[in-house]
């Protein structure tokens, strides 16, 4: 793989005006193998909120077949995506827009078996779906979210995303049986997301004790998934048939793919590689994907400061979600400004050596939202920029 320096970027980008953002298809390709890897022949749905790219997802999904099917984030960006030829699509997160589910239940009709499977976790989600299907409709395919999160001290203590209430295996039973009574809505599908191994590096930078409980945590939890994810998966499957039992994420590709009751695993984030996923004992990945800023002006000798770049990421609102600087080597962020929403400036040793002019390659903390600031990518491979593709952004869609 040609090496990621900023010379190199320079003379690849010469041409191009910063801001700008790229994906590096070298280092996406060889997160991609990386990622197939550690799924260990389980198939892998492609988490399209953290590509926000069609030509991306494509050139994906096209890649190799071990890649099958999205996973999607909003109603409308599915129905979006179905029109634009996308296939085995299911909507990872409940939706309680009528319009969007009154076109979804359209093309259930025009394609029972090929629509987009949907996303539920209680009653309200089912008479949302209900309320939208005529008499003569056909059936909506649902999956159940079971939450996969670990319970401690009696369930008083929970780690995990806080998501869907069917925990248990009688949770589970009781909303698939719940499903079966309604004629119009077929149950086809589990999936149950373990955010806080899957989503959570377990090696932080500095922070060595904390690392250590994130690994003991993280051991439990899987010890105790394995087993409550195979016991619903059966006793659901007694209820209905089941085409998919989805799970895990980028960083437990590996733990997820290994378990029987398991038929996909699902990952996103691992085609771009952003900054918090450098911080796994499991993998390492090749940062793909990167924003360039100018630096426009030297408040002194040692600070560069650039145009823009206060980029930050979703979640809980401490440093991790700051973007990092990336090229050249030995930059950082001010403590007191951070990335700005005009100007960031950098310190570091690097700093003093960057003039007016000069540009620095930054990466975003996490992998789809790079693509919420920039129309397109620029795509790079073997040293040269081979195609310029519009972001959801640049399609004019922002779904979230
Ligand atoms: C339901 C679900 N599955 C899988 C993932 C993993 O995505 P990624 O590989 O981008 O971390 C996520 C991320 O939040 C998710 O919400």
Redesign the pocket.
């Known amino acids: 793989m040609p090496e990621q320096t900023h010379a190199r970027y320079e003379e690849v980008f010469a041409e191009v005006e910063a801001p700008f953002a790229f994906v590096d298809l070298d280092a996406m390709w060889a997160n991609a193998a990386a990622m197939l890897g550690r799924a260990a022949g389980k198939p892998v749905r492609v988490?399209s909120?953290?590509v926000r790219c069609r030509a991306l997802l494509a050139a994906i999904l096209g890649r190799d077949e071990g890649f099958a099917g999205l996973?999607t984030?909003t109603l409308p960006e599915t129905l979006w995506l179905a029109e634009r030829g996308f296939e085995d699509l299911l909507l990872?997160?409940p939706t309680a827009d009528m319009g969007a589910l009154g076109e979804l239940a359209l093309r259930s009709v025009a394609n029972p078996e090929g629509a987009p499977i949907v996303m539920v976790d209680c009653a309200e989600h089912l008479d949302a779906i209900e309320s939208v299907l005529g008499a003569g409709a056909a059936p909506v395919r649902v999956c159940i979210?079971v939450d996969a999160g670990w319970w401690a001290l009696g369930g008083r203590l929970k780690v995990g995303?806080k998501?869907s209430p069917v925990h248990s295996v009688e949770d589970a039973v009781a909303l698939a049986r719940e499903i079966e009574r309604r004629p119009q809505i077929q149950l086809v599908a589990l999936?149950a997301?373990e955010?806080q191994i899957?989503?959570v590096g377990d090696r932080p930078p500095g922070r060595r004790l904390r690392g250590a409980a994130i690994r003991w945590m993280q051991r439990r939890s899987a010890a105790e998934l394995v087993e409550r994810r195979a016991a619903i998966a059966a006793a659901v499957g007694e209820v209905a048939e089941l085409e998919i039992v989805?799970?895990?994420?980028?960083?437990s590709l590996e733990l997820t793919g290994a378990e029987e009751a398991v038929t996909e695993v699902?990952?996103?984030?691992?085609f771009y590689a952003p900054a918090l996923?450098d911080h796994y004992s499991r993998f390492r990945l090749t940062p793909a994907a990167g924003f360039a800023l100018p630096i426009v002006r030297k408040p002194s000798a040692g600070v560069a400061t650039a145009l823009g770049g206060g980029y930050l990421a979703s979640g809980g609102g401490d440093p991790s979600r700051l973007p990092a600087p990336w090229l050249p080597q030995g930059l950082r962020l001010d403590p007191e400004e951070g990335a700005g929403e005009v100007q960031t400036p950098l310190l570091g040793a690097a700093a003093r050596e960057l003039s007016v002019g000069d540009r620095v390659y930054m990466r975003h903390a996490k992998?789809?939202e790079l693509c919420e600031r920039f129309d397109s990518l620029h795509l790079i491979e073997n040293g040269q920029i081979v195609e310029q593709v519009p972001t959801y952004r640049g399609d004019g869609k922002s779904f979230l």
Not at 266 to 270: C, L, P, Q, R, V
Request: no cysteine; charged share 10%.
């Open positions: 988490a909120k953290s996973m984030f990872a997160y979210d995303p998501r999936m997301y955010g899957a989503g989805n799970g895990g994420g980028t960083g699902t990952a996103g984030s691992g996923f992998a789809g």
